[in-house]
């Protein structure tokens, strides 16, 4: 169901021809793209259509977070539109995460990978306190994997340092998608916790999504083929 091709490329753009450039440029060497809410916020469901039709599988990262039946909608909308990959919060409970699951399975073999995103990164101990919930992060990102894995769901977004934990927590074929991703080569921007494409890939992440290293390169094109290179994907 996944690309043997782990990197997904991060459109983050407001600009529907900017993202189509972008996403023809890589083609050659990636396994996906991600579309996100500034993306969808702007270009809306005909712009994820227009990407949907290059032929890339497309993650459409909108994070879907109501209550059961607005997310279970949710979901089959963005499924008709294409999408290989949706997510939601889990911190939407059983019931919603449930929902998802079940909306995405109407599509049979054709469905969606539907994955849960558990605490976002720019969250620390005490925000999570601010908000009434007792931290460490580390371990609400734990709690809310198994959750996600007990209602059926195929996997969550997380760090590169929750691969190791989440991928014994939840076993092989529990899906792990890891942003926060950069080659030796890159600048890390604003990014903290980072990793290698490789070291992300020899942890166990199924999926690398990576934005400026290739979108704010000078030749986008190259360094995708680049950080595919260096993945030897083939051994
Ligand atoms: O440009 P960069 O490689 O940092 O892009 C990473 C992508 O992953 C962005 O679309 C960002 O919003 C997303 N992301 C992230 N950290 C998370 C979740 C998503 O960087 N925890």
């Known amino acids: 169901m996944l690309p043997k091709n782990p990197v997904f490329v991060a459109l983050d753009t407001v600009d529907l021809n900017q993202a189509i450039a972008w996403a023809d ?3 050659p060497s990636v396994g996906g793209v991600k579309l996100g809410l500034e993306f969808f916020k702007s270009n809306g469901p005909d712009g994820v259509r227009r990407v949907v039709d290059l032929g890339l599988p497309v993650f459409l990262d909108l994070k879907f977070h109501d209550i059961p039946n607005t997310v279970a909608g949710a979901v089959r909308a963005v499924t008709g539109l ?3 990959i949706v997510n939601v919060h889990a911190g939407g409970g059983p019931a919603m995460l449930k929902a998802a699951a079940a909306a995405a399975a109407e599509y049979g073999s054709d469905r969606p990978l539907v994955i849960a995103v558990t605490v976002l990164t ?3 101990d005490g925000d999570l306190a601010a908000v009434g919930q007792t931290g460490p992060a580390a371990s609400q990102v734990e709690r809310l994997a198994r959750l996600t ?3 059926g ?3 969550v977004v997380c760090s590169p340092a929750e691969i190791a934990t989440l ?3 939840c076993g092989d074929g529990f899906r792990l998608i890891v942003p926060g991703i950069r080659p030796a080569w890159a600048s890390r921007g604003d990014q903290k916790r980072i990793m290698t494409p490789r070291q992300a890939r020899d942890l166990g992440a199924d999926i690398l999504v990576i934005g400026r290293p290739i979108t704010g390169s000078d030749d986008p094109a190259a360094a995708a083929a680049r950080i595919v290179e260096e993945l030897d994907i083939s051994s």
Do not use: F, K, N, T
């Open 122 to 124: 720019s969250l620390d």
């Open 149 to 151: 894995q007990s209602c």
């Open 153 to 155: 769901l195929d996997g």
């Open 25 to 27: 440029a890589v083609r």
């Open 82 to 84: 294409g999408a290989a």
């Open 167 to 169: 991928r014994a927590a």
